[in-house]
């Protein structure tokens, strides 16, 4: 399994951002913001087969995940960025019928300024 995160950048509070994540493979992908200074937390996963999702109570109503599975590729919409939101963002992936997520990709810089 490979992944690649992209879609960064830098943008206001109240902006939105779409990140990518390449992800080749069979099962779930998340999504892990790490904050400086803070560990990773989860954020949003979908699963390959069926595209059942899940959000983290702290995002809901401002992220959404979706997938294309014709391109491999993985979204999370941001919308309404606070600077809490602010954070290197990793997609990860695991196995079908596994609860780990042990595959990762590099994470894509999200900075968003008061």
């Known amino acids: 399994v490979q992944l690649q995160a992209s879609g960064g950048g830098l943008v206001q509070a109240g902006a939105s951002l779409r990140l990518s994540c390449k992800a080749s493979?069979?099962?779930?992908t998340g999504w892990f913001p790490q904050a400086p200074g803070k560990e990773r937390e989860f954020v949003a996963s979908?699963?390959?087969?069926?595209?059942?999702?899940y959000i983290a109570d702290s995002v809901e109503g401002r992220f959404t995940i979706s997938r294309d599975n014709a391109k491999n590729t993985v979204y999370l919409q941001m919308n309404n960025l606070n600077p809490e939101d602010a954070g290197v963002y990793y997609c990860?992936?695991?196995?079908?019928?596994?609860?780990?997520?042990?595959?990762w990709g590099q994470g894509t810089q999200v900075t968003v300024s008061s």
């Open positions: 493979g069979s099962g779930s």
């Open positions: 990860a992936a695991r196995n079908p019928g596994t609860t780990v997520y042990s595959h």
């Open positions: 979908i699963r390959r087969s069926g595209g059942s999702t």
